[in-house]
């Protein structure tokens, strides 16, 4: 039991951001489906994505500062808020890129298709990002937490 225990004190926190990072992904990629399937017969399958990734990626930066990487954000917001939207805006593009891909070389034009390519370029954009905003954008490594044998000290014999 102690190896379990140990080795969660040990990534507690990246197992902590990364399921925040994971609920604050789904509601996004909830808003992200909703706004690209509202939108494309309407403006087509690139300006949905576009449209999209911008109003999903306002909810995304306010839940990923102020509740995810908390611990990790810096004195610095306007640094983080260019590099979460160029992050961000390179994610769009590789999740826009399946989404093309799909209509335009593949010829696939209905609702079924361009939600599954969104699906596929969402896993590649979202891996994309967790690993740009913990290493360029919320990049401070908040202290570690002492664990309770490091608490006690030890008795001194004289």
Request: with cysteine; net charge positive; glycine share 6%.
């Amino acid at each position: 039991m102690s190896v379990i225990r140990d080795t969660y004190a040990r990534f507690r926190t990246l197992i902590h951001e990364i399921g925040k990072f994971g609920l604050v992904g789904i509601v996004s990629t909830i808003i992200t489906f909703g706004v690209q399937n509202a939108l494309y017969r309407h403006a087509g399958p690139t300006t949905g994505v576009v449209v999209a990734n911008a109003v999903a990626t306002c909810f995304a930066f306010i839940g990923n500062r102020y509740w995810a990487f908390k611990d990790r954000k810096t004195a610095n917001m306007g640094r983080e808020t260019v590099l979460f939207v160029f992050f961000n805006v390179v994610g769009m593009l590789i999740q826009a890129a399946f989404v093309d891909v799909n209509h335009y070389w593949l010829h696939h034009h209905d609702q079924v298709t361009l939600n599954i390519a969104t699906v596929i370029g969402v896993g590649f954009a979202t891996l994309f990002r967790l690993i740009c905003y913990r290493k360029f954008v919320f990049n401070r490594v908040p202290p570690a937490e002492p664990v309770a044998e490091e608490l006690v000290e030890p008795a001194t014999i004289p």
